[in-house]
Structures are given as C-alpha cells and as structure tokens.
C-alpha cells in the first residue's frame, strides 16, 4: 500500500476584469489521501462538502483526474484506488472546488507512480497542462498550483503558462457565500459569443490596474474602479440576482466587490477601511468568510515523512 497526502486551496477566478486569467489562492482547503491498495477497485470516503453526493467510485472526480495521469504518464492503472477526502471548499459556488479536486488527482496520481518509479517524467508544467485541458481554463488551476495571485495565459499551441504575484498583505479577502449554487457550465453558457471592442479595452484597462492595485497600492478607490467588468458579470446576473445585488450594495457604500468566479459567491477585497462595511450589507442567508491568501498552493506529503 502507498499511501499521499495533498491539500489544495480554494481559489477566486477573475476578480472582476480579469476573465480567464487572473485568480487567487484562498486560505481554505480541500484535504486528500490517496492510497493505491491491493484490493481490485475504487472507493472514495467523502467528509464535509460534497458529502452524500458525489460519486463514490470511478466517476469520483479526483479518480478521473488520477486515471488521466496515469494514463499520460505511461504507467499501468493501479489495481485498487482508496481515497478519503476532507472538503471545505463548497461545490458549484464560484471557489474553485473543481480546480481544487483536478489537482489533487493530478497531484496525487503524480507522487504516488514517481514513488514507484522514479523516472516517470512529468513536469509541474504537465501537472498545470492536464489539469487546464480537464477544468477547460487555467484561471483557477493556476492559483490552486502555485499559490498567491497569478496571471494565466495561454500560448498559440494552446500551452498554458503562469506568472504569480504576491498581493499586499494589507488586503483580506472576504468570501461571502450563498446557499445557492451555480455550475460553472451553465454560468459560461450565459455569455455571448462576441463583445463589443469598447467594452473589451475597458476590462483590458482594468485588468492592468488591478494588478498594480492589488500588489503595491492597496487603495480603496484604485481598487473600486479596478475591479469594474463589462465582459461577464452583467450577462450572468439574471443567473445569480441576489449576488449581482449584493455586489452593488457593497461598491456603493465602497467595499471592492465582485463575484467570484462563475458566482454565486461574492468576493470583497477588504482593507482596514472597508472591513466593518461588509456585514451589514450581508442578509442571514449568506456565509461570510474571512480569509487570507494562501502563498503556497498545492501541497503534497508523503504521510510517513511528515
Ligand atoms: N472535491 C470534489 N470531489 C468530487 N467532485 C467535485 C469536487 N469538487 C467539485 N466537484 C464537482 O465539480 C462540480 C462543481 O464544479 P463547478 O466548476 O461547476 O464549480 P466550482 O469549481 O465550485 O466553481 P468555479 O469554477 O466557478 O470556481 C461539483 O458539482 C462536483 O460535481
Ligand atoms: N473564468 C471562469 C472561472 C470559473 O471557473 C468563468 O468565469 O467561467
């Protein structure tokens, strides 16, 4: 039997402007050990999130993911898969908890074959490859690799890459998470296929400003209208109409708001003025979460070399 740890954090797609390519590690994780057992099959323990209803063998995400690897890596399928999962990250809210659960596989399947076989190439840029090519963008794997706030785009061939950035430590983020959920899916399908070219070199300004907002002046005005959008948020309101609210009770009172990822949650840069302006803006059917950027990213451990 061998047995791998991995936790991987949740991340915020987007941020606003970003569409596709910015994103940031969040400090709440998703915890899995992996154990290739003996005995013929799989069978997946689920804790917390997801619990009772996700599947329980093959079509286990993170069992897809490790099948994939083992695949690209040229190394026989194991007999027998055992996972037990700890999630924090809620499902279908806009955390990356699809991200989160791709890398793990990945991750997993990657440490467990190299420790059978250390030969077995396969980069950090094929872990971030495979796990774009399952997630269909790279804007919540990249932060779930590698941490902190990242820049991610791809190449002519499609490759994707990654520059990470480390955020000012002045600024909080604050999920605020509903109930309600919305698959990723379904929220992309909402966007139209074309934008108009205004609108584009709106986001494309922004975009440029948030990162110099968010890593070196954490303002409260630079961050308002850096975190403005024209490219996503407004088509996909109708899917999410009390975040969309939310997010516009939040900047009027000054609060840098926007939804995370494909939503429904709501993200909140918040700074020292602008921390106690969130709650009352916030009815009790919300979650509010105050989190900090998680630096590091994925993390993989061997459990008897902890
Ligand atoms: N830890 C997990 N284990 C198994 N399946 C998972 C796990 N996390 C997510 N999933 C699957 O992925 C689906 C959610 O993925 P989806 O891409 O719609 O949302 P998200 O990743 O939470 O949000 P976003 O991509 O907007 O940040 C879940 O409904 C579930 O089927
Ligand atoms: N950029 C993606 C993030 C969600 O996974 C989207 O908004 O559809």
């Known amino acids: 039997m061998r047995t791998v740890d991995i936790r991987v954090p949740a991340t915020s797609a987007n941020l606003g402007p970003g569409f596709d390519a910015l994103g940031l590690a969040l ?34 995400l993170v069992v897809r993911a490790m099948r994939k690897t083992f695949d690209r890596m040229g190394v026989p399928q194991p007999e027998g898969i055992h996972l037990h999962c700890r999630n924090r990250i809620p499902h279908a809210r806009g955390l990356g908890s699809s991200s989160a659960a791709v890398c793990a596989g990945i991750l997993a399947a990657r440490a467990l074959a190299r420790s059978e076989r250390a030969e077995s190439e396969f980069s950090d840029d094929d872990v971030y490859a495979l796990a774009t090519e399952m997630e ?29 950035l480390a955020p000012d430590q002045r ?8 109930s309600t959920r919305l698959s990723t899916e379904a929220a ?24 110099a907002a968010l890593t070196r002046k954490p303002e ?14 407004h088509y996909r309101a109708p899917a999410m109409r009390a975040s969309a ?62």
């Open 27 to 60: 400090s709440l994780h998703d915890d899995v050990r992996a154990t290739l057992t003996g005995e013929r099959g799989v069978r997946v323990t689920v804790e917390g999130e997801g619990a009772g209803e996700v599947d329980s063998g093959e079509g286990h």
């Open 136 to 164: 269909g963008h790279p804007d919540n794997v990249a932060p779930c690799l590698a941490g902190g706030l990242t820049i991610s785009w791809s190449d002519h061939d499609g490759l994707p890459h990654m520059l990470k």
């Open 171 to 178: 600024i909080r983020p604050v999920a605020v998470v509903p």
């Open 188 to 211: 992309r399908g909402l966007l139209p296929k074309d934008v108009p070219h205004k609108d584009a070199s709106f986001n494309a300004g922004r975009a440029a400003l948030l990162i």
């Open 220 to 233: 409260r005005e630079l961050l308002l209208a850096a975190t403005e959008d024209r490219l996503h948020q």
């Open 245 to 306: 609210d939310l997010v516009e009770r939040l900047r009027a009172v000054g609060v840098p708001a926007v939804v995370s990822g494909a939503g429904p949650t709501v993200l909140a840069f918040s700074t020292s003025d602008t921390q106690d302006l969130i709650a009352p803006e916030v009815g009790n059917d919300w979650h509010i979460q105050l989190m900090d950027v998680d630096p590091v990213g994925a993390n993989v451990q061997f459990p008897e070399t902890r």
